[in-house]
């Protein structure tokens, strides 16, 4: 579920309480109680994608990081065979 769904999930909750109090006043609890365990659905769901960015965003790092690190081995091999040519 995108940030857009989950925003719009949300709204959604919202029209759907209004229109349960308005015309179900008998259904009205039982409809309160699967809105919260949607909300809380929802509400998981953002806090999994956000957890999932986060990762994302720390193996981007480490894998630039990594790109970094990797792209100096060659001028360290130059740098050294230079100074052993030097000698």
Same mark, same amino acid.
């Given at each position: 579920?995108?940030? %857009?769904?989950?925003?719009?999930?949300? !709204?959604? /909750?919202?029209?759907?309480?209004?229109?349960? @109090?308005?015309?179900?006043?008998? %259904?009205?609890? &039982?409809?309160?109680?699967?809105?919260?365990?949607?909300?809380? /659905?929802?509400?998981?769901? %953002?806090?999994?994608?956000?957890?999932?960015?986060?990762?994302?965003? !720390?193996?981007?790092?480490? &894998?630039?990081?990594? $790109?970094?690190?990797?792209? !100096?081995?060659?001028?360290?091999? @130059?740098?050294?065979?230079?100074?052993?040519?030097? $000698?």
């Amino acid at each position: 579920m995108t940030n %857009q769904e989950s925003y719009s999930a949300g !709204y959604k /909750i919202d029209e759907l309480e209004e229109f349960a @109090e308005k015309h179900f006043k008998d %259904q009205y609890n &039982a409809a309160l109680v699967n809105i919260a365990e949607y909300r809380e /659905i929802v509400d998981n769901q %953002q806090r999994i994608l956000a957890d999932n960015l986060n990762e994302l965003h !720390y193996w981007e790092k480490v &894998a630039c990081s990594l $790109e970094l690190n990797v792209s !100096y081995i060659p001028l360290r091999f @130059e740098f050294r065979n230079a100074m052993e040519e030097d $000698e």
